[in-house]
T-cell receptor
Framework: DGGITQSPKYLFRKEGQNVTLSCEQN?????MYWYRQDPGQGLRLIYY???????QKGDIAEGYSVSREKKESFPLTVTSAQKNPTAFYLC???????????FGQGTRLTVV | RKEVEQDPGPFNVPEGATVAFNCTYS??????FFWYRQDCRKEPKLLMS???SGNEDGRFTAQLNRASQYISLLIRDSKLSDSATYLC????????????FGTGTRLKVLA
């Protein structure tokens, strides 16, 4: 099936540990995105990538890192520098500018 | 001022009712507009793109008013299954890949 796959669906980590969230797409989309959603809030952009080996910071990039070594993959690392990492993380992709984005099912991260 | 603003609701309407949501955006150079639907604890899913001439998809109608910088979504003959949060999404100037999301309007359709 074509689509965007995020894994795992639920993730628990201890405070101070880095954790990497996976996002893979087989839609041949150029652009990929990471958003964070907190309860009662809208989606906030963490990082995005328009092409392989290139990515830009979004509005809340501090404490996060990404890589885009392959077109299909855009993993997000939540580092210990992120002050409040517990949230719902959503990965998305789009084929090109001015077209709609498609989302993965999300990863719910809880840091204890 | 937020880049994209929506009334958070909730809008509680009976089955069969018609309901409308508005969304305002601040960047007059914005090029693309969308409505997404998000169910509780799920990912957003594209409901419809919004075109300058307005567009309709079954019970759903979207309109764009560039002069006043708002988009609207009209839902006719509401169903229980329409209960969800509706997100207004704006894409910036031509060629940009950045989407800007509103905080969403919550709809509850009551039996």
């Amino acid at each position: 099936d074509g689509g965007i796959t995020q894994s795992p669906k639920y993730l628990f980590r201890k405070e101070g540990q880095n954790v990497t969230l996976s996002c893979e797409q087989n839609l041949n989309h150029d652009a990929m995105y990471w958003y964070r959603q907190d309860p009662g809030q809208g989606l906030r952009l963490i990082y995005y990538s328009q092409i392989v080996n290139d990515f830009q910071k979004g509005d809340i990039a501090e404490g996060y890192s990404v890589s885009r070594e392959k077109k299909e993959s855009f993993p997000l690392t939540v580092t210990s520098a992120q002050k409040n990492p517990t949230a719902f993380y959503l990965c998305a992709s789009s084929p090109k500018a001015n077209t709609e984005a498609f989302f993965g099912q999300g990863t719910r991260l809880t840091v204890v | 001022r937020k880049e994209v603003e929506q009334d958070p609701g909730p809008f509680n309407v009976p089955e069969g009712a018609t309901v409308a949501f508005n969304c305002t955006y601040s960047n007059s150079a914005s090029q693309s507009f969308f409505w997404y639907r998000q169910d509780c604890r799920k990912e957003p899913k594209l409901l419809m793109s919004v075109y300058s001439s307005g567009n309709e998809d079954g019970r759903f109608t979207a309109q764009l008013n560039r002069a006043s910088q708002y988009i609207s979504l009209l839902i006719r003959d509401s169903k229980l299954s329409d209960s969800a949060t509706y997100l207004c999404v704006v894409k910036g100037t031509s060629g940009t890949y950045k989407y800007i999301f509103g905080t969403g309007t919550r709809l509850k359709v009551l039996a």
